[in-house]
């Protein structure tokens, strides 16, 4: 079987899809790994580990594609790549299904089995697959270095003979995964460190790592069975929004990171909210590509609002390229890996599978997962 | 000389207390058990300096008889199976007091006299038959089960009445010798009426009861006889025999009462699906048990985390290296509830990396472990996952410590973890739970190691 | 004169405090060798025993004072040889 | 009765003893004084109902005086003062001893009787002098000072040659009441010369020791009056008072033998540069001292660095704050090698930002606080650089932890810190060093807390 | 019959024991209040001294007795009292 | 007294000599304050903060350096500005008075009084005025950050279901203030810490901080009364490069900080080294702009030699502005405070002060500070 990874073409984009290690991996596992010259530039790797690996270099993309039986990638595919594969072809990546409906059907159309990495599912068992997971983590660590780096303070308490310092204080609304690990960076760094999140069994979480976790009575408020967050009213939002109001007026740095799965998550800091706050002070918006917590953030770039910075840089474990290769690598090891049938040494599409038929967006010129079905079909 | 031989006793009672002392030390047990043997060394020569004695024979022959069986038994007899050994010993203490209260009637002894040697019969005679009973429990020669029957108590209660019956007759009539033979008769018949309702599992406390006993058989013979070490150091047995039983019955949470009168050792297996039984333990235990280790593998969970316990936990970590144990982490990839949990808590505790291991690092040592420390992890520990195919969580990699020597798990109770499964861990045979907040737990434990 | 039971009592009384003082907070493992100790020195009844079994005048009482000695012997020496076995496997280390 | 009021006696012993017990915890003590006050009375009340007695009034008279004194001056000593009281009634007891000795004395005693006689006479008779002057050096009625002068040896070799002999003469010829008048004058004179040359800081071992002595001279009292529960009491009194004192002497680091003769008091200050006594403190006794202690501040500096001893620190901080205690920590600007060193630190131990007070807002503080700890501080707490002109450190500001009640200061040494100066804070008669590495010795001071 | 001092002796030894495991590891604090508790005990003199002041006889050892009652008494009533103002100041805080 | 603030004029200079509360306690002292129009405004005040802290605005430069008595700044003066100065005047500032002889000259000749903040004696008294601790300090933290910026790698170890990733390791050279606070900046974020420096008291204090010691024998080392290492022999200099050669090569993060006071910091880290490093390493020069530690470092540059990240940015204090204004502002405050005359309300120069002496380089139309004295008149 012959397992492709062609380069990233995403701009701004360092991460890779398989590292060395991992490509050595896939080989031992009987397959024949093609890896596209240059793929692993950017995350520091050269052409040469990966033919140390096992794997052969390829130079014509175009052919790279033709010849797959599985792509392995990190971004969804251009309508031009998909008109470049196999038909029953096997395409592994972030597809963001929800939104790229044109996407999904060009794919089912093409005959393509698409692989949609957000959707594994959220169990013990499969998240070692978990490739939203190992991102959003680093994702996490990420937000907080950066904004570290934009404040004009240090984050720690230092008692110095020139005076104190005070530490600075970090609000960090939304503590799923990332979320949680921006608390335990900041924490880490020294600062006071202050949490909301949707969910009640958050607060637990968030005093285990040493932070403090604002109360709100939002009323009914929960999580779905998968472990992401219920979408609130609006009337919710507005009750959230006025109960952070405070908090945020008396923060260094604010880093968000609220989203509910498959919908635009809501705005949570407004325009006002930033006036009331600090000269110097920053927020991180995690989500500012796809709309974003923050009210004026800007995909991409960093704004200045009242002398506030707020940053939407995105795609944040690209920063730190190569632990996050090596993660979404592994995440894709282990799905391959889960699926893999030793004996005839292919990937096998097996819809009895406890996590894999979850993830399948289109199979043999179908698109086989109900709730994107069910989106497409109409249903908002 | 008579005064020699007094204070020769005196002598040997102290050493006895103070050989008891040191018995509860781990440090010092066995230097106070040969401190107790010399106390009854000293006892026994100033004994056969009486000068009462005339005929030697007899008792050398005693000696040499008792002495061969008892060094032989104690030699030959299994680790394992010390327990029913004791309980046997135990018993020809208490029918070497009956004997003794037997020869110790003389034509005209004095009321008081019949009524100590009645006791020491009783006593005796008691302890000797409970003491088989007990030892064949324990042994398994006859069913370690609680025997019980309809009318047990009705039965019981005549003989009661048959014991006291017959020593009031005694004693009013001590030239009636069949009376002393039915209270000797009784007697043995009670020791097994009492024992054999009671099940296999409470035989530790049965048998220190009974060895509370036969102090007091010979104390009662001390009386009969005269003699003052028997009186003192029957006293002393007595007495530290029934603390002993109590402290026993506390470790094992029961009443005394209810060890002897209701409990009937039915058990006290809840029903849960998971075959097995919870196995509580207390700082205490899991300390002496800590100590005794010389490679330990702590496993930390997310329970560990809500407890922030990371800083006791190294803390812990570094008495048991001063102790001389090897210690290990086995970081689970899911432990806690972000990547990177455990991590960043160890780290704050200044845990060195190296001895972190990943769990397919420990795994493999994991048989060589004396303890493994569960800190409040549940999911990551689940054999479940190797062992019941309809687990949710079947087929993922779990940290396996089953596979160590002992395991300790601290939760605060029988709940579930994140995934909201079974832990049949909770019910293997090596497994003890140390229930409450771990980081109290483990302050406990701390606390042990520093007294 | 102070009778005899009086001090016996006494003695006795002295003997549960210190039973308690001594046995007191003993760690369960400790339990099993303790008692087999404790019983051990409850083969004192050898000590009674021996001025039986030695009168010579070979009657009753002198046969059960050597039986009596017989199986308070093997009390005594089993015990105390059981009980050091059992100690000799918690060899502490040192530290 | 006669048998009804010796087991009373039994019951009140079982009291002395059950309130001793308790007197030797913090938390039971007080119980435990009542205890063994109510096995006084039931004592004293069993004693009255002996059909010997024909004739109350002089007891009760006795009593009235006795008591009205006793209630009295336990009422109207200060605080202070108690020390000396004690040794007063201490007296009183012996001098009692001494009196029933001689009440006792019959024409036609036995020899054993007339040996208990004089012993409860001379042990009754030294207590009560040495008791009277313990009493008078404590007070300060006679110079605390050790008294010697030359000869003294020779002297008390005289008087114990004259005790010894008169006693023997007195066995011998008990009709001449000379020989008995002789033994009660040189015990009198023996007790006074036995504490003259003891040094008024070593008292409170002197007098345990006089308590101990008058138990036994109850003791022998007791054989004289044949009565049994001045017997045990006494020797109960006797033997946990010798082990008493033992402990006392212990605690001060020297021993019996060295309090009793060669140390002769003549105190122990080093030849420092700074005035002042080094008053070293142990573990437990620091621990008793933070266990009443409502008002803490920590002070760090770089030694708890060094010794990485914050994560004991903080759990220090978690057991006072549950003991119901305020804990602050005064952190200096310069403490430690870098800015913000002791922040590093704590944060890293998880104490909480609002514990960490400056300089200037924990100095007013400081004299509403029990104990300030010190740990591995120095030249940040120097009261030199507020009180010694010429010191390089003159002028800048400290924090002031010696105008706290009490301050522990742990380090390893009397070694100076970095700006390498003599510090008068370890000097000052509120301070106590606490030596050792730092991390040792606050984890001695948790596990006293859980223990 | 077995001599009273035999007893006694037993009665000695077991207090020693007693003794030491009931003071072993007194906290310091405790070392004066203690001292003080068992010197109250110390005045048990006052049972031997109420026998001999209780004989009616108006003799030496009538008054003598009669001045230990009273000497004795301080002790016990004093001794106690003290002890009880001195605990009275370690109110034990709860928690 | 006239006090005066003129605004920094060095490109980059995010900080201020003094800020708002600072300049309050001024006043309160007794001190007529003058602030250049907008001379907080990089470190975000404006002059309406000075204003309400009741100094006064002036606009005019030319007047301010006039008018002024003290002149507080942060950077050395230019020619132009001394000029500008009353003959008397008191200027504090940083001045390099060991590179800058010309400058000493021309305020010898203005018949300026020229404190050297540098020459802060470092005595335990004088800590509080000790500008070089105390933006050291902030530099220390600072590097980390920026070299956790540019590492392509997270600094703490995880253990995650996506396998483990491995925790970086940091080697700084040179324990001094900034060096020790690089220790703990790195420490805290979780990565694996080693330092090395000369002098021998600093083991203890690294190993205070949680971090290894790396034990190089170099021979007679050692430290001056003041505190500061001792110039190393070429030959220990080679000693010590091969010693940290296998370190270096196996860090993902180097920090240097090494200098000795008053020259020209040692090279340390040589081109081989560097190009032993990993691909994607970072390196830090904390003294670039005076010569630097590493071979190779541009002052106030990034330079990438070999795949490894140099960093000779400099100025590290800067990027937290608000801080290491406050503490400078301190520091300055500290000063003027430990020398005025309460009753005459002004800055009194007494050369009968333990700690003033030592930093006046030149007063009354002389050099008075020996070792410059010394040094201008000829030695090196
Ligand atoms: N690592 C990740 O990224 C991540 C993210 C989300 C979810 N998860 C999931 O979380 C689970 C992690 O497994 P785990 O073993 O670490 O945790 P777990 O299975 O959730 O078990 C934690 C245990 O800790 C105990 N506990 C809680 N507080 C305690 C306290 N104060 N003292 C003592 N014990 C306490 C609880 O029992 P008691 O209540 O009886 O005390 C509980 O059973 C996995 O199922 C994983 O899939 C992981
Ligand atoms: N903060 C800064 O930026 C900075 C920088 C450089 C220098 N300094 C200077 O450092 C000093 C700081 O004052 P400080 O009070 O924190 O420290 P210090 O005056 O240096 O005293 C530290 C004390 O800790 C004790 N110690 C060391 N190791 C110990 C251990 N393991 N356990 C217990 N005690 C231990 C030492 O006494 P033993 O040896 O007897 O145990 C020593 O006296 C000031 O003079 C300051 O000027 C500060
Ligand atoms: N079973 C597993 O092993 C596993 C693996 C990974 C994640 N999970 C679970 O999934 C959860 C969610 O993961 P995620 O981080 O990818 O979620 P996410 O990225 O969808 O959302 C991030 C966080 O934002 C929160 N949020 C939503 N609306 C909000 C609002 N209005 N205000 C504040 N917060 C709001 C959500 O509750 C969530 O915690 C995790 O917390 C974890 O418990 C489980
Ligand atoms: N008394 C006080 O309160 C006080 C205040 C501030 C600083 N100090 C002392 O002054 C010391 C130095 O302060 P600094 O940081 O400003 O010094 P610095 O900036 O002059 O030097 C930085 C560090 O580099 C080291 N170094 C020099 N040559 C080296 C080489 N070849 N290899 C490795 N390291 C080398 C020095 O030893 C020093 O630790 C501090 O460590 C501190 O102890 C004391």
């Not at chain 2, 899911?334 to 060195?352: C, F, I, K, Q, T």
Request: net charge negative; glycine share 10%; with cysteine.
């Amino acid at each position: 079987m012959r397992l492709a990874i062609p380069r990233e073409t995403l701009p701004g984009e360092n991460r890779v899809p398989i590292i060395p290690d991992i490509a050595k991996k896939l080989c031992r596992l009987g397959a024949d790994v093609d890896v596209e010259s240059g793929m692993g530039d950017s995350a520091g790797f050269s052409d040469q580990d990966y033919i140390d690996a096992g794997a052969s270099i390829v130079t014509d993309r175009a052919a790279l594609f033709g010849s797959a039986d599985v792509l392995l990638r990190i971004h969804k595919p251009s309508h031009d790549e998909i008109a470049l594969m196999k038909p029953g072809c096997i395409h592994i990546s972030f597809l963001d299904p929800f939104n790229e409906h044109d996407l999904v059907t060009a794919l089912k159309e093409r005959g393509v089995t698409a692989i949609s990495m957000e959707m594994i599912p959220r169990t013990t068992r499969s998240q070692k697959m978990d490739a939203l997971s190992s991102q959003a983590n680093l994702a996490g660590y990420v937000m907080v270095m950066k904004a570290a780096s934009y404040l004009p303070r240090i984050l720690p308490m230092m008692m110095t003979p020139a005076g104190t310092l005070k530490p600075a204080n970090v609000f960090v609304i939304g503590a799923g995964v990332a979320g949680l690990q921006a608390i335990a960076t900041a924490k880490r760094l020294g600062a006071k460190v202050t949490a909301f999140d949707t969910r009640p069994v958050v607060a637990e979480q968030v005093q285990s790592l040493g932070a403090k976790f604002l109360e709100i009575d939002l009323g009914e408020t929960g999580e779905t069975a998968g472990g992401y967050a219920k979408e609130l009213t609006p009337e919710q939002v507005e009750m959230q929004r006025q109960a952070q109001k405070d908090v945020i007026a008396k923060s260094d740095v604010v880093i968000t990171t609220a989203q509910v799965f498959g919908r635009k998550p809501p705005v949570l800091v407004t325009s006002d909210m930033i006036e009331g706050m600090a000269t110097g002070s920053v927020i991180v918006d995690m989500a500012a590509e796809t709309g974003g917590n923050v009210e004026g953030s800007v995909p991409g770039e960093v704004v200045n609002i009242a002398g506030v910075q707020l940053i939407g840089t995105g795609n944040w474990s690209s920063d730190v390229a190569r632990d996050a290769s090596q993660m979404y690598a592994s995440n894709l090891f282990n799905l391959v890996e889960d699926n893999w049938d030793e004996e005839q040494k292919l990937f096998k599409v097996d819809f009895e599978d406890d996590i894999l038929p979850g993830c399948i967006i289109t199979h043999g010129g179908e698109v086989v997962h109900d709730t994107i079905k069910n989106l497409m079909a109409g249903g908002q | 000389m008579q005064t020699l031989i007094q204070f020769a006793f005196v002598l040997s009672a102290a050493l006895f207390i103070f050989g008891l002392k040191q018995l509860g030390s781990p440090a010092t047990a066995r230097r106070g058990n040969l401190i107790s043997a010399i106390g009854m060394l000293i006892a026994i020569v100033a004994a056969l300096m009486d000068q009462g004695i005339v005929d030697y024979r007899f008792i050398l022959a005693g000696f040499v008889v008792g002495g061969v069986i008892g060094a032989l038994a104690a030699r030959m007899v299994a680790m394992t199976s010390m327990p029913e050994m004791v309980a046997l010993f135990n018993g020809f203490g208490g029918m070497a007091s009956l004997l003794v209260g037997m020869a110790a009637l003389t034509p005209n002894a004095a009321t008081f006299t019949l009524v100590t040697i009645v006791l020491s019969i009783l006593i005796g005679g008691l302890t000797f038959t409970g003491s088989l009973i007990a030892y064949g429990k324990l042994s398994e020669r006859i069913g370690s089960g609680a025997v019980m029957f309809v009318g047990q108590q009705f039965v019981n209660s005549l003989i009661v009445l048959g014991i006291l019956g017959s020593a009031v007759m005694f004693c009013l009539q001590p030239d009636q010798a069949h009376w002393l033979y039915l209270v000797v008769g009784l007697s043995l018949v009670f020791g097994i009426m009492a024992v054999i309702p009671i099940g296999g599992a409470d035989m530790p406390v049965v048998i220190s009861l009974l060895n509370s006993y036969s102090g007091l058989a010979a104390c009662a013979a001390g009386f009969a006889v005269d003699n003052n070490i028997l009186i003192v150091a029957g006293s002393l047995v007595g007495a530290s025999g029934i603390i002993l039983t109590q402290i026993m019955c506390k470790a094992m949470n029961r009443s005394l009462a209810n060890v002897l009168f209701s409990g009937f050792g039915s058990g006290k297996v809840e029903t849960t699906e998971v075959e097995g039984e919870i196995k509580p333990i207390s700082v205490d235990d899991a300390y002496y048990v800590l100590e005794a280790a010389t490679n330990v593998a702590i496993i930390p969970g997310y329970g560990m985390a809500v407890a922030q316990a990371q800083h006791v936990v190294k803390e812990l970590t570094e008495l048991l290296e001063e102790n001389g144990a090897e210690v290990n982490f086995g970081i689970h990839p899911v432990a806690g509830r972000m990547p990177g949990h455990m991590n960043v808590l160890l780290a704050e505790a200044d845990v060195p990396y190296d001895q972190l291991l990943e769990m397919d690092d420990i795994n493999p040592r994991m048989e060589n472990v004396d303890v493994a420390i569960v800190i409040g992890a549940n999911d990551v520990v689940n054999p479940a996952a190797r062992e019941v195919e309809s687990s949710p969580i079947y087929g993922m990699p779990v940290i396996n410590v089953d596979s160590a020597r002992t395991v300790f798990v601290l939760k605060r109770s029988m709940a579930s973890g994140f995934a909201g499964i079974e832990n049949p861990l909770f019910y293997k045979d090596n497994t003890r739970m140390l229930f409450g907040d771990a980081k109290e737990s483990i302050g406990g434990l701390i606390r042990e190691f520093g007294s | 004169m102070i009778p005899a039971e009086v001090f016996l009592t006494f003695i006795l009384m002295l003997s549960i405090f210190l039973g308690f003082e001594l046995i007191n907070k003993v760690p369960a493992t400790l339990h099993t060798p303790l008692m087999s100790g404790a019983n051990a020195i409850s083969g004192i009844t050898v000590v009674g025993a021996v001025s039986l079994a030695g009168t010579g005048q070979q009657d009753l009482a002198n046969w059960l004072g050597a039986a009596a000695v017989a199986l308070a012997s093997i009390n005594v020496v089993g015990g105390y040889l059981v009980t050091d076995r059992m100690l000799a496997m918690f060899k502490k280390k040192e530290g």
